[in-house]
């Protein structure tokens, strides 16, 4: 028996597939074979979009959990102290350098000038 949960693509990824595989046509290149690209892309899209759905369902799960068990404080205090994960973000000092070096560059430019 066939896939039951197969679904038909939607016209507007059925659309896309063909943009790209038009877009990337040869010029000895049929019809048919054109079509057959086509279809070839549109399931690579449906494929891609199956994986980011999975994703995101596990990252909601994910979430979810974390959610619960953080939820109850009585729980926090027979574990002991939480801790709690500060993410830092650092720039580099070389764009900056860099910045600065241009703008001193253009403005002793304007002054021999």
């Known amino acids: 028996m066939a896939n039951k949960n197969y679904q ?7 659309e896309e597939a063909m ?3 038009r877009a990337t ?12 690209i086509a279809q070839g892309i549109q399931k690579g ?3 891609y979009k199956k994986q980011q759905k999975e994703k995101s369902r596990e990252l909601n799960k994910r979430r ?3 959610a619960h068990s953080s939820g109850p404080e009585s729980e ?3 574990t002991g102290p939480s801790t709690r994960e500060t993410i830092v973000y650092g720039q580099h000092w070389l764009p900056w350098l860099l ?3 241009t703008w001193l560059g253009i403005g002793v430019y ?3 000038r």
Do not use: D, N
């Not at 038909?8 to 059925?14: E, L, R, V």
């Not at 046509?25 to 057959?36: D, F, G, I, N, S």
């Open 110 to 112: 304007r002054m021999m």
């Open 76 to 78: 926090q205090a027979e």
């Open 99 to 101: 910045l600065g070096l």
């Open 45 to 47: 899209i449906e494929q």
């Open 8 to 14: 038909k693509p939607s016209p507007q990824t059925q």
């Open 25 to 36: 046509q040869r010029p000895a290149q049929t019809k048919e074979q054109t079509k057959l």
């Open 19 to 21: 943009k790209i595989a």
């Open 64 to 66: 979810k959990k974390a």
